[in-house]
């Protein structure tokens, strides 16, 4: 039989080990996935006023250009967008 000691001593060094596995699996998700997208949070949540104009602007002005055309979809867009609206409406019921 082993002694209580080197069970004790063992299983110790397993759990640093599996603690310093998800330390690091958790930074990889963290670095490789997040960092990007909470990025990008962070810059629109740091907008200034200018900005947020700026963008409105040019939202108005798409739409404003949107609306001159005769046709603002494809009919394979038209379709999707049909068929997506039946599935709604019949969740809806």
Do not use: H
């Amino acid at each position: 039989m082993t002694k209580p000691e080197s069970n004790l001593k063992v299983f110790f060094i397993k759990l640093i080990s599996i603690t310093l596995a998800i330390i690091v699996i958790i930074n990889v998700f963290y670095n490789v996935f997040l960092a990007d997208k909470l990025a990008i949070l962070n810059k629109l949540s740091n907008m200034d006023k200018n900005t947020a104009e700026v963008i409105k602007n040019k939202i108005r002005s798409e739409i404003r250009s949107g609306l001159e055309k005769d046709k603002i979809l494809s009919k394979e867009d038209a379709l999707l967008i049909r068929e997506f609206i039946k599935k709604i409406s019949s969740e809806l019921k």
